[in-house]
């Protein structure tokens, strides 16, 4: 039996489904969810950025929910880890949710990060200088990837 991979899916994968240029993989990976192909997590700060999204994103963010194995919270640990993102200057304080996003889920010990976000999070300098400093600070190396990596849609 395979190991179901246990991912943890920052907002742009929500609001991917909602854009024409992502849409076939956010709801393929949607899919592979609601299949059980894959193990989803979600965070009390991903519920925070849904609140200002449309409609229809918010409507899609109910379904993910559903999928969801738990919805994860902000923990000082977290947050320590997300400053030292900081710190290292992998990004800077304006972009605190995506560090905070990455920390949650080195923290929680998922098998990978699932985002659109390119410029900040799926990015291979962005991944390098996050897994040096999540080693540095005792935790395992995440993968990050984008969903169409990832989803077991059209295959």
């Not at 977290?78 to 992998?90: G, Q, R, T, V, W």
Request: charged share 30%.
């Amino acid at each position: 039996m395979s190991k179901k991979f246990r991912i943890y899916v920052d907002t742009s994968v929500i609001g991917g489904c909602c854009d024409p240029e992502f849409q076939e993989w956010s709801c393929g990976l949607l899919s592979d969810f609601q299949a059980g192909t894959y193990l989803l997590y979600l965070s009390t700060l991903t519920d925070a950025e849904i609140e200002d999204a449309p409609d229809e994103v918010k409507e899609i963010y109910k379904i993910y929910r559903k999928c969801a194995m738990e919805l994860v919270e902000l923990t000082a640990e977290s947050d320590e880890l997300a400053n030292a993102y900081l710190k290292h200057k992998i990004l800077t304080k304006k972009y605190l949710d995506d560090a905070r996003h990455i920390a949650i889920a080195t923290v929680l010990g998922v098998d990978l990060v699932v985002s659109w976000n390119f410029r900040h999070i799926v990015h291979f300098d962005k991944i390098q200088k996050f897994n040096d400093v999540n080693v540095e600070m005792g935790y395992k190396p995440i993968l990050i990837y984008s969903p169409r990596e990832v989803t077991k849609y059209g295959r």
